[in-house]
T-cell receptor
Framework: NAGVTQTPKFQVLKTGQSMTLQCAQD?????MYWYRQDPGMGLRLIYY???????DKGEVPNGYNVSRLNKREFSLRLESAAPSQTSVYFC??????????????FGAGSRLTVL | SQQGEEDPQALSIQEGENATMNCSYK?????LQWYRQNSGRGLVHLIL?????REKHSGRLRVTLDTSKKSSSLLITASRAADTASYFC??????????FGKGTKLTVNP
């Protein structure tokens, strides 16, 4: 199984450009998440989707939009990139190990640099 | 704001020694999880402990949870160079969201 696949792995943008990070999972998980990781900040939740057709804001949603295209795919869009969005982005999906528990499976990450 | 705070921020030990990392959190939780991240990679789930549990073991990992102190610890026994990684605690409080701390960077020297 591929698990959670993110594309692209690396991207350099200029300020004001737009781009979409793609994420797909093949584990039939219901919930999907986008986190960003910055040095010294740990992981911060941007958006999540509890099920197909629903999305909710996390801790740092400003400057981002998401689309839950179907059960497998959850994309993150930067409409007008800013240097503050330089980060490593992780997509994750949820495996229900125990009733009511969230155990996340992560992708390998997408490193984005905004100049 | 982030829920969990790991301590120490960085830890350097020799192979064979035990490594202990701590996590403190602020609000009530349903469960607490530990993840590992190797350099340049995604996070990998290690172990989950529920709020009504006090201790769990998985191989060389031992996790404790003290809900009265809102704290957890992760013990890695007989560490190996391959254990070099960053370790994160994450808390789940009943919503769909899992909130991560800033992590402990562990270096195990051969």
């Amino acid at each position: 199984n591929a698990g959670v696949t993110q594309t692209p792995k690396f991207q350099v943008l200029k300020t004001g450009q737009s781009m979409t990070l793609q994420c797909a999972q093949d584990m039939n998980h219901n919930s999907m998440y986008w986190y960003r990781q910055d040095p010294g900040m740990g992981l911060r939740l941007i958006y999540y989707s509890a099920s197909e057709g629903t999305t909710d804001k996390g801790e740092v949603p400003n400057g981002y939009n998401v689309s839950r295209l179907n059960k497998r795919e959850f994309s993150l869009r930067l409409e007008s990139a800013a240097p503050s969005q330089t980060s490593v982005y992780f997509c994750a999906s949820r495996d229900r190990l125990y009733s009511g528990a969230n155990v996340l499976t992560f992708g390998a990450g997408s490193r984005l640099t905004v100049l | 704001s982030q829920q969990g705070e790991e301590d120490p921020q960085a830890l350097s030990i020799q192979e064979g020694e035990n490594a202990t990392m701590n996590c403190s959190y602020k609000t009530s939780i349903n469960n607490l999880q530990w993840y590992r991240q190797n350099s340049g990679r995604g996070l990998v789930h290690l172990i989950l402990i529920r709020s009504n549990e006090r201790e769990k073991h998985s191989g060389r990992l031992r996790v404790t949870l003290d809900t009265s102190k809102k704290s957890s610890s992760l013990l890695i026994t007989a560490s190996r160079a391959a254990d070099t990684a960053s370790y994160f605690c994450a808390t789940e409080g009943g919503s769909e969201k899992l909130v991560f701390g800033k992590g402990t960077k562990l270096t195990v020297n051969p």
